[in-house]
């Protein structure tokens, strides 16, 4: 077995025995604090229930190992796909903590939650269509289109954390030091930044140069590599909205 498919594995049970437990505890939370929620909890929720459908994956992988059907593959295939979306989940957060932080006024005025369950029922539709289409056949328009959305999504979060930081360093009139609130405020964000970069990066520098690697070695080594930080910050993303 390769090692970089090895690495890949071991990254996938590790997201099952800590990321299951994760984003159960984070569902709790959230519906034991249904009344202190916050406007981006939608997208916390249904980031977590995307997670946890993916941590189904390595008792499927390990069925394949054991014996491999069409049907394994065309579940594996689905759900891998579908979490590829996930980023979009994460965006709105980000976007969502950007607005309160940067426009406060009009975030004030969209405080409602209706539009955010429009934008996270959308979002889920297109997670569906794109693993349904890529079961069909992995063609090269579906794998543009998950090169683009990965690329605007990291672009995006990039920049409205890098906003935010901006604004959370920016201390108040006469004062010299940052407000706790802020301090606590600046922290998260820049956990956030440093976990979008060390899992996202490495798939937005690869994949579009995709045609520049010998075949075997893109699909054997580096996809296999990518994706195993790609596919890790569920465990991260779960833990930290735990420890809030």
């Known amino acids: 077995m390769p090692a970089a498919i090895f690495f890949y594995l071991v990254l996938e049970f590790i997201n099952f025995f800590l990321g ?6 984070v569902l709790w939370l959230m519906h034991k604090n249904n009344g202190d929620s916050s406007t981006s909890d939608i997208f916390v929720w249904n980031l977590a229930i995307m997670d946890a459908i993916f941590c189904l994956i390595p008792p499927l992988e390990l069925a394949r190992m054991i014996q491999s059907t069409s049907t394994i593959e065309y579940i594996l295939s689905f759900f891998y796909n579908l979490k590829n979306s996930s ?17 406060p006024v009009t975030f004030t005025a969209l405080k409602d939650c209706w539009h955010r369950t429009v934008c996270a029922t959308i979002i889920w539709l297109i997670a569906l269509a794109n693993a349904i289409i890529q ?16 690329l605007g999504a990291f672009i995006i979060m990039v920049f409205c954390n890098l906003s935010i930081l901006r ?29 979008i970069v060390f899992n996202y990066l490495p798939v937005v520098i690869f994949i579009p140069f995709e045609n520049f690697f010998v075949e075997v070695v893109f699909q054997c ?16 993303e779960t833990m930290e909205y735990g420890k809030e």
């Open 20 to 25: 299951a437990p994760a984003n159960v505890m």
């Open 87 to 103: 980023c979009l989940f994460l965006t709105c957060i980000c976007f969502d903590y950007y607005m309160a932080v940067i426009h």
């Open 135 to 150: 079961c069909v056949g992995n063609t090269s328009d579906t794998g543009n289109a998950f090169t683009v959305m990965v």
């Open 167 to 195: 604004a959370l360093m920016q201390s108040g009139p006469g004062r010299d030091e940052m407000h706790p609130v802020k301090k606590k405020a600046f922290r998260m964000v820049l956990i956030i930044l440093a976990i």
């Open 221 to 236: 080594y580096i996809v296999y590599t990518i994706f195993g930080f790609m596919n890790d910050p569920q465990v991260n």
